[in-house]
C-alpha cells in the first residue's frame, strides 16, 4: 500500500465551477476524514466516514460542500458553485477505527478559485 | 474549548536542540499528537502520547506531556536542517456517537540555521 492518495494534487477553477476531488485511503483502513487548510492556518475538520457512512457532517462550511463515500472505500469532496474563499488545500486521511495512534495524511488538493 | 495553540515561529542552529510548545484546552483529551509539514506537502505523523503519559522518547524526538497545566512540547535534539518545516499539534476530542476528530493548532514553524 502506498499511503493516502489524493487528485489531482493541483486545481484551478473559475468562480461558480464546481469541483470534485478524490480520496483513495490505506485499503486496511476503515475511518476516512475531510480536512480543509488554508494559508498559515492548520487543518480545519468538515466530515469524516466511518466505512460507506457519514457520522459527522456538520462541520461542512456550508451546503456547496458534499462528500461521498460509496462502498467503503475511495471518498469524494465535491464543492459547488466555488467561490474565491474556497481556495485552499483539502486534505484526506484514514485510519483504523478510531485513530488513536493517528491519522495517515495524503499529500492533498490545492484548490485556486480565479 | 477546542483551541489549541502554538507559537508561530522558532529559529535554531543546526546540532542544537528544538523545543516546540503546545498548550490545549480540552482536559478531556486522551490522545496527543505532533504532525510535521513540509512546503506544498501533507501532514506526517511524528509521534503521539498517551494522556496517562508524562513522556515519550523516540529517537531524537521527546515528547512532554503536563496534563494539570494542558501543556504539551516537542524536543528535537541535534537539529537537521531537514527538520526545517511546519510543526502541528494536534488533540483527540470525542465529538459524539464514537466519533473522534483531531484538533490542530496553527502550527510552529521550525527555520534551521546552517
Known amino acids: ?13 473559475k468562480r ?9 485511503p490505506i ?12 494559508l498559515g492556518q492548520g487543518p480545519e475538520f ?30 469524494t469532496l465535491e464543492i459547488q458553485r466555488t467561490e474565491q474563499g474556497d481556495s485552499a488545500m483539502y486534505l484526506c486521511a484514514s485510519s483504523w477505527d478510531r485513530g488513536r495512534d493517528g491519522y495517515t495524511f495524503g499529500s492533498g488538493t490545492r484548490l485556486t478559485v480565479v | 474549548g477546542e483551541d489549541v495553540e502554538q507559537s508561530l515561529f522558532l529559529s535554531v542552529r543546526e546540532g542544537d536542540s528544538s523545543v516546540i510548545n503546545c498548550t490545549y484546552t480540552d482536559s478531556s483529551s486522551t490522545y496527543l499528537y505532533w504532525y510535521k509539514q513540509e512546503p506544498g506537502a501533507g501532514l506526517q505523523l511524528l509521534t503521539y502520547i498517551f494522556s496517562n503519559m508524562d513522556m515519550k522518547q523516540d529517537q531524537r524526538l521527546t515528547v512532554l506531556l503536563n496534563k494539570k497545566d494542558k501543556h504539551l512540547s516537542l524536543r528535537i535534539a541535534d537539529t537537521q536542517t531537514g527538520d526545517s518545516a511546519i510543526y502541528f499539534c ?9 466519533s473522534y476528530q483531531l484538533t490542530f493548532g496553527k502550527g510552529t514553524k521550525l527555520s534551521v540555521i546552517p
Open chain 2, 90 to 98: 494536534a488533540e483527540r476530542l470525542y465529538s459524539g456517537a464514537g
Open chain 1, 1 to 13: 500500500d502506498t499511503g493516502v492518495s489524493q487528485d489531482p494534487r493541483h486545481k484551478i477553477t
Open chain 1, 16 to 24: 461558480g465551477q464546481n469541483v470534485t476531488f478524490r480520496c483513495d
Open chain 1, 27 to 38: 485499503s486496511e483502513h476503515n475511518r476516512l476524514y475531510w480536512y480543509r487548510q488554508t
Open chain 1, 46 to 75: 468538515l466530515t469524516y466516514f466511518q466505512n460507506e457512512a457519514q457520522l459527522e457532517k456538520s462541520r461542512l462550511l456550508s451546503d456547496r460542500f458534499s462528500a461521498e463515500r460509496p462502498k467503503g472505500s475511495f471518498s
